[in-house]
């Protein structure tokens, strides 16, 4: 299949004070100067006001209102004392050698990967202190799950999506074992994937090449990932799709890692992918453009894998059309803020820069640079709401 080259623009820079964020403080989980834990931090489910936390005793699962009573305010992270997570936490289930804990849109059901296993837990039930699980799925011989996503959900049944380290995509549901996703599917190496909101659309990147495929009516359209970043840098520097997540049904962000001589650089492109319209069965695709944003600092020393698909983490605001993104190897402008509007338009990024307006992270202890391993958004204690409005703007917040 020959793959779509879409047109390439630069992000829109809004740079107003119509978005902003208000301080309220830290909490700190354990006395450990280091995450220890190999998962993301934490995420949340927002519809029942709680925060699932990885610690290195154990994932927790907290209420959001019991983190707002704990909180504490310190110029870096070792002016603030643990907290007693014991005090604040519910069920605690195991943390050693977990790789991901994934909440489903429905909130019905968390997945926890350890492994070349995944358990998956009613959210309810853990949310009550019950730590059984309902069910477990195991990748096939000696493979090792890089990524896991879920599929539409119902308390009735859930699936499951998982991407092993040979590149592999296989798919489950809670009364059936892992199968291949599709058997005509035989790529391997390094690969990321992601399934729109409604569960229509799955894309799967391996390499600079993103495959867009519609579940229901087994379409695909093929796309090439390029950067502007690639001029700047020398010759025989590689780019390859490390992160994907659906912001609409017709926009993918998209993240990358640039490579010379498998050495991993210090810059990661970012960008989102767009179209208007999708004729099926025509293999191409209307309005295709690659909005590039502004690459995120990073550090390649950071303690995670080269091309981790956990390194991207973004949280989103439907109602407002705007997207939180973090990067776990950034160590400078760590939260970014995207805008996309409900009624369609171009992705662009909103600039946040006021000194209290924006969110700044704390130092580590002893000034060390701090990382984001995790990123969730809970509207049930604090619901968004229009603060003020200017003539002629609708997006002031």
């Not at 804990?101 to 019905?108: H, T």
């Not at 019950?130 to 896991?148: M, N, R, S």
């Not at 995207?338 to 909103?350: D, E, Q």
Request: aromatic share 6%.
């Amino acid at each position: 299949m020959q793959p779509l080259i879409p047109e390439r623009l630069d992000a829109e820079l809004i740079d107003e004070e119509s978005h902003f964020f208000k301080r309220l403080g830290e909490v700190r989980l354990s006395e450990d100067s280091a995450l220890q834990a190999e998962a993301p931090l934490c995420t949340s489910a927002s519809i029942r006001g709680t925060v699932l936390a990885c610690t290195s005793t154990g994932v927790r699962s907290i209420q959001t209102a019991k983190l707002i009573a704990v909180l504490q305010k310190g110029k870096d992270g070792g002016s603030i004392t643990a907290t007693d997570m014991d005090s604040l936490a519910g069920a605690s289930l195991i943390s050693r050698h977990l790789s991901a804990v994934c909440v489903d849109d429905a909130q019905l059901f968390v997945a926890l990967v350890y492994g070349s296993a995944v358990r998956v837990f009613g959210l309810h039930d853990l949310l009550t202190g019950k730590d059984e699980h309902c069910a477990t799925w195991v990748a096939p011989g000696d493979q090792l799950i890089e990524q896991f996503i879920w599929g539409p959900s119902s308390a009735a049944e859930a699936t499951g999506y998982v991407l092993t380290d040979a590149g592999h995509l296989l798919v489950g549901t809670l009364t059936s074992e892992l199968q291949p996703w599709q058997p005509t599917d035989t790529g391997s190496g390094k690969a990321c994937v992601a399934i729109s909101p409604a569960g229509r659309l799955l894309a799967l990147a391996r390499g600079q090449q993103l495959t867009i495929h519609a579940l229901e009516r087994s379409d695909t359209v093929c796309i090439q990932i390029q950067s502007q970043e690639l001029q700047s840098r020398e010759e025989g520097t590689e780019l390859h799709v490390t992160s994907l997540h659906w912001l609409a049904p017709s926009a993918v962000l998209i993240t990358c890692a640039m490579s010379l001589d498998g050495a991993e650089q210090d810059q990661v492109p970012m960008m989102a992918l767009q179209w208007s319209s999708w004729t099926p069965g025509q293999g191409s695709m209307q309005g295709l453009k690659l909005v590039e944003f502004f690459p995120l600092n990073v550090n390649p020393e950071a303690p995670f894998p080269c091309g981790s698909s956990s390194c991207l983490h973004v949280a989103s605001i439907p109602a407002w059309g705007v997207h939180v993104v973090a990067h776990a190897k950034a160590n400078d402008d760590h939260i970014r803020l995207i805008g996309l509007s409900p009624k369609g338009g171009a992705v662009h990024s909103l600039e946040v820069t006021g000194e209290f307006t924006a969110i700044r992270i704390p130092t580590g202890p002893d000034d060390a640079d701090n990382f984001i391993t995790g990123l969730a958004l809970d509207l049930t204690s604090t619901q968004p709401r229009t603060i003020c409005s200017f003539p002629g703007s609708s997006r002031s917040r």
